[in-house]
Nanobody, 126 residues
Framework: VQLQASGGGLVQAGGFLRLSCVASGRTFSSSAMGWFRQAPGKERKFVATINWIDYSTYYTDSVRGRFTISRDNAKNTVYLQMNSLKPNDTAVYYC????????????????????WGQGTQVTVSS
């Protein structure tokens, strides 16, 4: 089972990026998916999550209204559209998947996720 994150890069403040995370090895159509990020010298923190039944979403306060998480189960892919980027959004972004078939919900704790991608670097310059 692998999660492959991509789409990171260097962007100016106010710009946008779209991260993608492709799952392989098994289907994650019945898994909650999430994005986390780790800034330099800081702990990894929750960013956004999407459930697998009604595609409802939940965001950390600092990104709500700027970031949008979505999923395409046919492609086994979850996305993170990031608009109006700020320098303090600079971090390595990780995608994560909960065990398939788990109770549907909105999960924001790292220990609730079983599978993790390798991370993609996002750098926002001022």
């Amino acid at each position: 089972v692998q999660l492959q994150a991509s789409g990171g890069g260097l962007v100016q403040a106010g710009g946008f990026l779209r991260l993608s995370c492709v799952a392989s090895g098994r289907t994650f159509s019945s898994s909650a998916m999430g994005w986390f990020r780790q800034a330099p010298g800081k702990e990894r923190k929750f960013v956004a999550t999407i459930n697998w039944i009604d595609y409802s979403t939940y965001y950390t306060d600092s990104v709500r209204g700027r970031f949008t998480i979505s999923r395409d189960n046919a492609k086994n892919t979850v996305y993170l559209q990031m608009n109006s980027l700020k320098p303090n959004d600079t971090a390595v972004y990780y995608c994560a998947a909960k065990n398939p078939g788990s109770i549907s919900g909105l999960y924001h704790r790292q220990q609730e996720y079983r599978y993790w991608g390798q991370g993609t670097q996002v750098t926002v310059s001022s």
